[in-house]
């Protein structure tokens, strides 16, 4: 698949498995609304390693999820702060929903088994760097796990062409 036709394969997807149980509850007369949050990220403008598609993306799936009753926090070229900052506000909005999405599209990395991701403005130079310049996944999934019983949805759409490969592995 194209990388398009996998986009819209996800948002397919996602429109399936969030709109058919909706149809099928409100058949039945269900009438509690779930509460559905969703943090939607896309980084693009990285300075040496830009991207075309991650905040495309991130406006395409935005639209898809609040169509099927999300409440969406979209970011666009997150730097390091406002990135640890909108997670941390996530996590208290995914304490008491429902249901609660993480979607992240841009350039990540893994160093010694931990998955970053990289947000813009990262100075990563070498190895050591990348524990203080990009945000660590774990607190994502933290932030996640810290909430009531509910569904959790990660997904991460990271190239791992890491910009600065030539300095390390």
């Known amino acids: 698949l194209t990388r398009g036709a996998s986009m819209k394969t996800l948002l397919v997807v996602l429109l399936t498995f969030f709109l058919l149980p909706l149809a099928l509850a409100q058949q039945r007369g269900v009438s509690r609304q779930e509460k559905r949050v969703a943090l939607v990220i896309g980084n693009s403008s990285y300075q040496y390693a830009p991207l075309r598609n991650p905040v495309n993306d991130s406006r395409e799936i935005a639209s898809a999820l609040k169509k099927v009753g999300f409440s969406v926090t979209r970011v666009e070229n997150a730097a390091l702060r406002s990135l640890d900052k909108v997670v941390r506000r996530f996590g208290e909005q995914a304490r008491d929903s ?72």
């Open 98 to 169: 429902d249901v609660a999405l993480f979607f992240y599209s841009g350039h990540g990395l893994q160093v010694n088994g931990i998955k970053y991701l990289q947000p813009i403005g990262a100075d990563i130079r070498r190895e050591q760097d990348v524990q203080f310049e990009a945000c660590n996944t774990e607190k994502v999934l933290g932030e996640l796990e810290a909430g009531s019983h509910r569904v959790n949805i990660v997904i991460i759409d990271a190239c791992r062409n890491n910009p600065a490969s030539r300095s390390f592995r």
